[in-house]
């Protein structure tokens, strides 16, 4: 019989692994790795957010455009057929327009600052929303 085995399979061997994972257990209680959660969302929202600042965001081959009288909307093929996946309103179409993989969300933010006179920080934080929303549902590369 392997000597590792019985080792653990011993009440004494037994005994010793137990009080050994035993202060891991203890730090690790359930209270705190729920209180630890946010804190990793956090973490990755944060780590999520560099990485589309960083990007140059592309359209996914897979969503189309389609404009309605005023109402713009992107679609997905699913199961043959063509399903919603976003509306867009005005400022919503520039950003989509812009995602050609040549401009930064930066140089978004600027052609929304420019055509809509809003503000530099309400011009980025709305591309960053929205890239983000867009990233999420699989719109952009």
């Known amino acids: 019989m392997d000597k590792r085995i019985n080792t653990i399979s011993s009440r004494r061997g037994f005994i010793g692994t137990f009080l050994g994972?035993?202060?891991?257990?203890?730090?690790?209680?359930?209270?705190?790795?729920?209180?630890?959660?946010?804190?990793?969302?956090?973490?990755?929202?944060?780590?999520?957010?560099?990485?589309?600042?960083s990007s140059r965001p592309q359209k996914d081959a897979s969503v189309t455009f389609k404009t309605s009288g005023d109402k713009s909307t992107l679609y997905r093929e699913k199961r043959g057929e063509m399903g919603p996946v976003c509306s867009l309103n005005a400022m919503a179409k520039i950003i989509w327009d812009a995602c050609d993989g040549s401009k930064s969300p930066k140089d978004i933010s600027e052609t929304l600052h420019n055509r809509y006179l809003v503000s530099r920080h309400r011009a980025w934080t709305d591309t960053l929303f929205f890239l983000s929303r867009l990233k999420k549902i699989g719109a952009i590369l």
């Open 21 to 53: 994972l035993l202060p891991g257990i203890v730090l690790a209680s359930p209270g705190r790795l729920k209180a630890a959660r946010p804190e990793i969302r956090d973490l990755l929202s944060q780590m999520d957010l560099e990485a589309l600042i």
